[in-house]
């Protein structure tokens, strides 16, 4: 089956830029999508379609997909993006939807 | 506002069975595929099932295929999840998630989600 990889957990100092990296086997060829979940809260979409933003969504939320990795990208981190993070893209050999591990953004 | 509402949530034994229900309301239900992720606890999300707008498609994760069975009823703008044989490991939360799309497909993504309800197997 189709697996995401996801590094477990990243910091960033309040004001820089953090990325968060998801893997996956030709990766660049699929969409992949983005989503923010909050201690005791529902996910919600952040970035869809490698690079569209949500209406809702500030504008340092970006992201990009190329080859094997897609990357989001928060310019100007602020305490409040202190999240899980998790990829997401659709495997058409298998038709599933396949989630990344995860990765807690941690700003400190 | 688009709301959807899971119910149907709660302890139940090893084997036995659970129907969840997804109450969406705010959006043409009919116009979106929706989709069935869980969350065991302090874990991280996992797709179960999806449906596409008129129950044309249907799919599931490997470890569900046979045991639970995601169905909608338009009409009454409802979502809908059998799962029988339940184990140890289907102890989650389960979210309703819509689509933005009627097929799900490589373009799609979820745009709204639930608040969840928990599913407890144990004995």
């Known amino acids: 089956s189709y697996e995401l990889t996801q590094p477990p957990s990243v910091s960033v100092s309040p004001g820089q830029t953090a990325s968060i990296t998801c893997s996956g086997d030709k990766l660049g060829d699929k969409f992949a999508s983005w989503y923010q979940q909050k201690p005791g809260q529902s996910p919600v979409v952040v970035i869809y379609?490698?690079?569209k933003r949500p209406s809702g969504i500030p504008e340092r939320f970006s992201g990009s997909n190329s080859g094997n990795t897609a990357t989001l990208t928060i310019s100007g981190t602020q305490a409040m993006d202190e999240a899980d993070y998790y990829c997401?893209?659709?495997?058409?050999?298998?038709?599933?939807?396949?989630f990344g591990g995860g990765t807690k953004l941690t700003v400190l | 506002d688009v709301q959807l509402v899971e119910s149907g949530g709660g302890l139940v034994q090893p084997g036995r069975s659970l129907r969840l229900s997804c109450a969406a309301s705010g959006l043409t239900f009919d116009e979106y595929a929706m989709h069935w992720v869980r969350q065991a606890p302090g874990k991280g999300l996992e797709w179960v099932s999806s449906?596409?707008?008129?129950?044309?498609?249907?799919d599931y994760v490997n470890s569900v295929k046979g045991r639970f069975t995601i169905s909608r009823d338009n009409a009454k703008n409802s979502l809908y999840l059998q799962m029988n044989s339940l184990r140890a490991e289907d102890t989650a939360l389960y979210y309703c998630?819509?689509?933005?799309?009627?097929?799900?497909?490589?373009?799609?993504?979820?745009?709204?989600w639930g608040q969840g309800t928990l599913v407890t197997v144990s004995s």
């Open positions: 997401q893209a659709w495997d058409s050999s298998t038709a599933e939807e396949v």
């Open positions: 998630a819509k689509d933005a799309y009627p097929e799900y497909s490589g373009q799609g993504y979820f745009d709204y």
């Open positions: 449906i596409s707008w008129n129950s044309g498609r249907i």
């Open positions: 379609q490698d690079r």
